[in-house]
Nanobody, 124 residues
């Protein structure tokens, strides 16, 4: 099993920045690709970004390209999501997730482990 714990959420004004962290523990050799998803009130959980922790390849949903950056510190078993130029529509609970394979995926059903989520609120 792999345990994931997110941190770094909070309240920020539009245009501001936050950095989310996702720390993995347990059988950390057993997971490969990592992803960030978000869920706004009354909406489905959506893909935000993913990273292949070996190659460093990344993928982003269109709405965050150029504003968000996903990065991995493999020595620390931690994945980060740097969020700049935040907008009110970025308000959501942000979840990190891990796959047993190295292949990135946009679909939450392909992820095997999930964190509990961290709230991000962007005020206008």
């Amino acid at each position: 099993q792999v345990q994931l714990v997110e941190s770094g959420g909070g309240l920020v004004q539009a245009g501001g920045s936050l950095r989310l962290s996702c720390a993995a523990s347990g059988r950390t050799f057993s997971y490969g690709a990592m992803g960030w998803f978000r869920q706004a009130p009354g909406k489905e959980r959506d893909f935000v970004a993913a990273i292949n922790r070996i190659t460093g390849a990344t993928e982003y949903t269109d709405s965050v390209k150029g504003r968000f950056t996903i990065a991995s510190d493999n020595a620390e078993n931690t994945v980060y999501l740097q969020m700049n130029s935040l907008r009110p529509e970025d308000t959501a609970v942000y979840f990190c997730a891990a796959r047993r394979t190295w292949v990135m995926s946009y679909s939450q059903v392909n992820y095997d482990y999930w964190g509990q989520g961290t709230q991000v609120t962007v005020s206008s």
